[in-house]
């Protein structure tokens, strides 16, 4: 997320030079932030994973006990 703050804001950049190619500078966001959302997706995978696995390991030991008592 550091390279999407870095250009700053377009529209400042757009005001301070008309030349200024803002469809690069937006591409790039673009990218940018799929990619972002792509690891966000991966990691939230992987969470679900151990929530799951925790899940399933508290059931486990709750039977445990209910089968001792």
Do not use: C
Request: without cysteine.
């Amino acid at each position: 997320m550091k390279e999407f703050v870095q250009d700053g804001y377009i529209w400042d950049s757009l005001a301070e030079d008309p030349d200024y190619k803002a469809v690069p500078v937006l591409t790039e966001r673009v990218n940018i932030l799929e990619k972002h959302l792509r690891n966000m997706e991966e990691k939230k995978r992987e969470l679900e994973g151990i929530m799951m696995i925790t899940k399933e390991k508290l059931q486990n030991t709750l039977l445990e006990e209910d089968a001792r008592r």
